[in-house]
């Protein structure tokens, strides 16, 4: 990573400690007007997001795991700023949820995959480790970009309802962190692929294409709730969410497939989520 890189990167993590500290509790009005309908409509969508958030101590350990020797300001980011922001999100949106009634998220906090244990054991060789640090800010980006969009999907939604509490102070403030993280990720991606050798992209662009998933989906029971947050949410095949969440990755990835405007493999994910809800909801 060239020293400018770098120094913007610092600065970047910087600000965001020093502009969003971790969202807490206490600041949280949790008025609900209409309870059943709020669940009804969107408890799941809760559930799911409160998960994925809850997880960024697993993702931590992944992380960890992954790459033995980050650079500094990786750990910088994650350690300091990251993951004591998302940790909020996820015990916040959980807190909300069992005031709806429902159960808390059944998040996994520390199961790291066989596949990720063989990813860090080469990671040791430094080469490699940055394949995987440029795997792990493809993904970084795609799962940010994910998160902005749909705390804005819900944020609307949730105001339309007249839950204008539950807007303001736990979605708006919630939604407002995202897009730092993802300025983080683009920032190191941008600064990592410009380095890069030929083999070395060749290998990210094969592991992206073979391990894509959607934010939060590590098995098809979570990858038809995915589905059903799509849905919901209004996000279906034909919506640019996932060329939005893609955009940098197929800028820097696949930039030779011209006319390709989302990489068939988020298609397909994407496609595979929706159809694995709709048979789950007819059954
Ligand atoms: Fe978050
Ligand atoms: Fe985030």
Redesign the pocket.
Known sequence: MSATTTTRLVEHVQRLGEEHPPLRLDDVDFTVRDPRTLEQRYGHVLDYMARV?LEVDRNVLELTTMLPDPPEVDVFFYRDVWQP??IQ?GRILDELQVRLGRSNADADLDSVGAKLKVLGALAHLGAFQDVVRMLYYVTGMATERS?VLAYNLLHDGVREMGETAIADTVIAP?KR??PGHYAFYQLSARGLWAELAPWQKWLVRLLRRISFSPVGANNPEQLADFGDVMRTLHIDEDSDFAAQIARVEMELLWARDKGLPVPTYVTAAFREALELARARSAA
């Open positions: 958030e922001q998302e999100h998160a919630i962190q995202e």
